[in-house]
């Protein structure tokens, strides 16, 4: 790592070592969550080395598929081409595993926000605890658009929804039938992450819900759109998404707990 602060780096008030900073970077790199990926190594290096160099304009989209992917500057797109997008959601997800597991080791905390690859590094202390609940339910998504494609597009989604919800909570996330509730004993005290899917050509649109346990009022809601073909990299984004989106809310209602 080439990038070397001349002063600590100042991010939410705390002044960060930038010695320390790598140190902890280099650790988290060698971890389970990151060892056997290198393409998501050299992701979080490069925007990092970007930001701590004093070139955080530098990272957007187009900048991060020319010099990270190999995109052709004649022809690249980001409208049509999902990759970064699609690579920076999984960066998300293996930032949020790696942190549930070591957390309560870390000196600093590293995230991506939604809507910025800018990475936001924190002073561990200041990072609230991301579970507003021991246990969410996740029920099946409905497809609105009926059979066809779109069936095998929402199958598809739904496990990688899940698949990427396990990775965050663990045994947190308790699986049900449409229509049911599971372990009775303590699923009905569990909220219920619920949605639907409405696909027309290639635009999809799935609207998500977090639904309060015994009131049944609803405590979260958001409506995620992409446009593209209907196929694994869309479900990822999409997936990514919710997630990213979902931690943010139990985050900040945390947060606002622990102010309290």
């Not at 160099?53 to 900048?63: D, Q, R, T, V, W």
């Not at 070591?102 to 590094?121: L, Q």
Request: aromatic share 6%.
């Amino acid at each position: 790592m080439n990038a070397r602060l001349m002063q600590p780096l100042q991010e939410n008030g705390v002044a960060l070592s930038n010695d320390d900073l790598w140190r902890e970077v280099e650790q988290l790199l060698a971890s389970p969550t990151f060892a056997k990926a290198p393409r998501m190594c050299r992701l979080l290096t490069f925007l990092l080395e970007k930001k701590l160099g004093g070139h955080e304009h530098e990272i957007n989209e187009y900048a991060i598929g020319l010099d990270l992917f190999d995109r052709d500057a004649s022809t690249y797109d980001t409208t049509l081409d999902p990759q970064v997008r699609v690579q920076i959601g999984r960066l998300r997800t293996r930032l949020a595993t790696y942190y549930a597991a070591t957390e309560h080791a870390a000196a600093i905390h590293i995230s991506i926000p939604m809507g910025s690859y800018v990475p936001v590094i924190s002073h561990s202390g200041a990072v609230p605890k991301l579970l507003r609940y021991k246990r969410i339910q996740l029920a099946p998504l409905r497809n609105l658009t009926g059979p066809g494609a779109s069936s095998n597009f929402v199958c598809g989604l739904d496990e990688e929804l899940g698949s990427r919800l396990f990775q965050s909570l663990g045994n947190g996330v308790q699986f049900s039938a449409a229509g049911t509730m599971c372990e009775a004993g303590n699923a009905s005290q569990a909220p219920r992450l619920e949605g639907s899917v409405r696909v027309e050509d290639k635009h999809v649109r799935a609207s998500i819900r977090l639904v309060e346990p015994v009131a049944g009022s609803i405590a979260w809601l958001s409506q995620f759109d992409r446009c593209g073909e209907l196929c694994m990299s869309l479900q990822e984004e999409l997936a990514a998404a919710i997630c990213d989106e979902l931690r943010h809310y139990l985050a900040d209602y945390q947060g606002g707990m622990l102010a309290s």
